[in-house]
């Protein structure tokens, strides 16, 4: 009988990086089911459950049949749905043949990069990031170049920062906003600057991640498609996880030029196919209803954001910013490095997160994979009591230390 070890897994898979975000819940709930009280922190999820006008609409796409196969790029219905909204709310012009839908905007992103990357293609990404960008550049053959911003810049490339890291193999330019993990919010001088630079360089590709575009406290959410010199080489990725509470929907979108529209297109027939039907109905219906809802979501996100930059500002060493969307703080914690309790000494921001988890049963995620190491991400997608308890927990396990 051959042995396991006779079968290797690919280099892809063994050099791939598990995610984050998902390891740490997972570690949660292994704790919480040793029979330990832990609050996790740690997934980008909001703990309201999807507006129930949107989950009837489910209901009766599957009482009227929808339950087959769709087209690869989405239901016309929700692709006219995207256009309509994207000029509403984005002033961002498309035709449907420039939407494609997917399961997620984690493969819209997959998407772009396997149509757009040959090996050693560079691709530029605003750091901090979101921990799948540079994997999923990686297994599309790219290149990923890391151009970092920290607290003192609100964590907000430059577009200095972004000329000097161009060079003759960059292909794409990758970021958020408002950005995950951080919450930075990009405004109109500061696209308008990085704009500049790319338009001295039309051969690059912007993608622009806007998932949690509905969850902006600034004036006016901006995408940098609307800028006229790049508006015909960006690729603007959004979704519904974030601003309708639809996680376990799986459904995400691009607008695009028409070429990359359907160069994705022809990637996803090959993967996955359309997303779900009923899925599909249904999320046309939440783009076209009543976003009250959403609106509420946005108004708490607000307060708890408020309220946990409080707390955490009542902790030594903790150094905080504001930030201007999402549902996450972004904290440097590296004032406790090579700080002790006795048993344990602070090195970096894993053994933060670690030390937190043990002692506080408190799970947040290191910044070290979001290209951070003196940072970690705190979700504030709980309620408020939980907060509390959370920030508690942490300022009194933190005290330990010395």
């Not at 609409?57 to 690869?72: E, M, N, R, S």
């Not at 757009?116 to 921990?131: A, C, K, M, R, S």
């Not at 500002?313 to 905080?320: A, E, F, L, S």
Request: aromatic letters at 8%; one cysteine or more.
């Amino acid at each position: 009988m051959s042995s396991v070890s006779e079968f290797p897994l690919s280099q892809l898979i063994r050099n791939m990086q598990e995610s984050a975000t998902i390891k740490m819940a997972q570690v949660a709930r292994d704790l919480r089911a040793q029979g330990h009280d832990v609050i996790s922190l740690s997934v980008g999820e909001p703990d309201f459950d999807t507006p129930q006008h949107i989950k009837e609409a489910a209901k009766k796409a599957l009482d009227d049949g929808f339950t087959h196969y769709t087209p690869v790029p989405g239901l016309l219905e929700l692709r006219q749905a995207i256009v309509h909204k994207f000029k509403r709310d984005n002033n961002l012009e498309f035709e449907t043949s420039q939407i494609v839908v997917s399961n997620g905007a984690k493969q819209s992103i997959a998407n772009v990069c396997l149509s757009l990357l040959d090996d050693g293609d560079e691709v530029i990404i605003f750091t901090p990031y979101w921990v799948s960008y540079t994997e999923i550049v990686k297994m599309a053959r790219g290149v990923p170049v890391q151009i970092t911003a920290g607290i003192e810049q609100d964590y907000k490339v430059s577009a200095d920062q972004l000329s000097a890291a161009i060079n003759d193999k960059t292909k794409i330019v990758l970021f958020s906003s408002p950005c995950n993990p951080t919450g930075s919010v990009y405004q109109f001088d500061e696209l308008q600057a990085i704009v500049n630079v790319l338009a001295q360089h039309p051969n690059i590709i912007v993608v622009s991640d806007e998932i949690y575009e509905y969850i902006n406290f600034t004036d006016k959410h901006v995408s940098i498609g609307t800028f006229e010199v790049v508006k015909d080489r960006t690729v603007t990725v959004n979704g519904f996880s974030k601003g309708f509470a639809m996680t376990g929907w799986r459904l995400g979108y691009i607008g695009a030029p028409k070429w990359i529209a359907a160069a994705c297109s022809k990637v996803q027939g090959q993967f996955t196919s359309g997303a779900t039907c009923f899925g599909q109905k249904a999320a046309a219906y939440a783009l076209t209803a009543d976003q009250s809802a959403t609106a509420e979501m946005r108004a708490a996100f607000l307060r708890r954001r408020d309220l946990v930059i409080d707390l955490l500002n009542q902790i030594p060493g903790v150094k905080t910013n504001k930030p201007e969307g999402a549902f996450y703080i972004f904290p440097d914690i590296s004032n406790f490095f090579g700080k002790s309790d006795g048993n344990q000494t602070i090195e970096s921001a894993d053994d933060f997160s670690e030390f937190i988890l043990h002692h506080a049963h408190v799970a947040m995620v290191s910044g070290t994979p979001f290209g951070a190491p003196n940072c970690v991400r705190i979700s504030y997608a709980a309620a408020d009591e939980v907060l509390v308890e959370a920030m508690t927990r942490m300022k009194n396990a933190l005290a330990k230390l010395s």
